[in-house]
Antibody, heavy 123, light 111 residues
Framework: QLQLQESGPGLVKPSETLSLTCTVS??????????WGWIRQPPGKGLEWIGS???????YYNPSLKSRVTISVDTSKNQFSLKLSSVTAADTAVYYC???????????????WGQGTLVTVSS | QSALTQPASVSGSPGQSITISCTGT?????????VSWYQQHPGKAPKLMIY???NRPSGVPDRFSGSKSGNTASLTISGLQAEDEADYYC???????????FGGGTKLTVL
């Protein structure tokens, strides 16, 4: 059974860089047809897609965050990571990682999701 | 403001049926059959309930069904049960540079 687990600091200071890692277990991150995505959810609000990566390193980013986002993959560790720079209080959210089915560069669905990790931006 | 529009809340009694709508544009919902629906209980991660408009993943009860007409997709839950009370989000591929868009979410209350 495929499982994903987010890890990283729960508190980040304004203007600094948020860094999270998602560890995939029960399957290979190098599986074809699957991308690996990051989605966030501010407290009490809806879901926002951040970006996705293929095991080869190919990435898609949300244009509204693209200038601050870097997603990378480490196939040897079966992990992928998120870096979000110059954070503000507006970046406070639960951050989820998820497996993404993608066909012909079109996102189909996200499943399963990690349990999520709350990242608070505060001094 | 979310790219896909959902009602903020819906409610129904046990055993009844409810429908949640998800309205987009021809660039997303109306243009592709890549609409998915997610169920989220408080404090939990979203769970995929419907993909490609009307397909159910293994393990999802057949009380959950999806459909689409024009730029509006719908999630119908029949035979409502107490455990169905949750937030529901729709999502779609979009041909815009955004790539993936979500709805704002609908809170389902089982009376």
């Amino acid at each position: 059974q495929l499982q994903l687990q987010e890890s990283g600091p729960g508190l980040v200071k304004p203007s600094e860089t948020l860094s999270l890692t998602c560890t995939v277990s029960g399957g290979s991150i190098s599986s074809s047809s699957y991308y690996w995505g990051w989605i966030r959810q501010p407290p009490g609000k809806g879901l926002e897609w951040i970006g996705s990566i293929y095991y080869s390193g190919s990435t898609y980013y949300n244009p509204s965050l693209k200038s601050r986002v870097t997603i990378s993959v480490d196939t040897s560790k079966n992990q992928f990571s998120l870096k979000l720079s110059s954070v503000t209080a507006a970046d406070t959210a639960v951050y989820y990682c998820a497996r993404e089915m993608s066909i012909a560069a079109r996102s189909i669905w996200f499943d399963p999701w990690g349990q999520g990790t709350l990242v608070t931006v505060s001094s | 403001q979310s790219a896909l529009t959902q009602p903020a809340s819906v409610s129904g009694s046990p055993g009844q049926s409810i429908t949640i709508s998800c309205t987009g544009t021809s660039s997303d919902v109306g243009g592709y059959n890549y609409v998915s629906w997610y169920q989220q209980h408080p404090g939990k991660a979203p769970k995929l309930m419907i993909y490609e408009v009307s397909n159910r993943p293994s393990g999802v009860p057949d009380r959950f069904s999806g459909s689409k007409s024009g730029n509006t997709a719908s999630l119908t839950i029949s035979g409502l049960q107490a455990e169905d009370e949750a937030d529901y989000y729709c999502s779609s591929y979009t041909s815009s540079s955004t790539y993936v868009v979500f709805g704002g979410g609908t809170k389902l209350t089982v009376l």
